[in-house]
């Protein structure tokens, strides 16, 4: 807490890679409500960019979050993080990069409200193909391989024709 009583205006917050392991903190997402202003997480208020990646962060994705609403960046990839990226995180209308990749997430929203999103990485989740179909409209879009679509290719064989390529066995 010492650390972001003096940080008035902490605009980048990076600590990949440092085995950080348990829940990411709801109260984060509460930095901007009045009666938490007097608190360390006023500090959080402005926050432009955070990076928790390569850790060991557990859990699901909290709620709270969608309302750090002058996030641009935000990287949680390499973590064990389960569950859905919640419909909350539609609000965080600044967002320019969101970085899930290597967790264990299951569906992820809609998110054609955040205008600016032109980086999204999801691969290496638990993502069916419904889920990732929504999101074809990102720039960089990059989403597969998916855990839960290797494991029901592992027993399949398919065939494909095209003219070009011929017939190619999965």
Request: overall charge positive; charged content about 20%.
């Amino acid at each position: 807490r010492v650390l972001f009583r003096s940080a008035e205006s902490l605009q980048s917050l990076n600590l990949s890679g440092n085995k950080f392991s348990g829940a990411l903190p709801e109260e984060w997402g509460n930095a901007g409500q009045r009666s938490r202003k007097m608190s360390w997480t006023a500090a959080l208020e402005g926050l432009q960019t955070i990076d928790l990646s390569q850790n060991r962060i557990t859990g699901t994705l909290p709620a709270s979050w969608g309302n750090l609403f002058t996030l641009r960046m935000l990287h949680l990839a390499g973590n064990r993080l389960q569950g859905a990226v919640p419909e909350a995180w539609t609000n965080l209308v600044r967002l320019n990069v969101l970085d899930v990749r290597n967790n264990e997430l299951t569906d992820i929203p809609r998110l054609t409200r955040i205008a600016r999103l032109d980086t999204l990485r999801v691969e290496r989740n638990r993502m069916g193909f419904l889920p990732l179909e929504r999101l074809a409209s990102v720039k960089n879009f990059t989403y597969s391989p998916q855990e839960i679509a290797l494991q029901r290719i592992a027993d399949t064989t398919a065939v494909f024709d095209a003219p070009q390529i011929g017939r190619a066995h999965v």
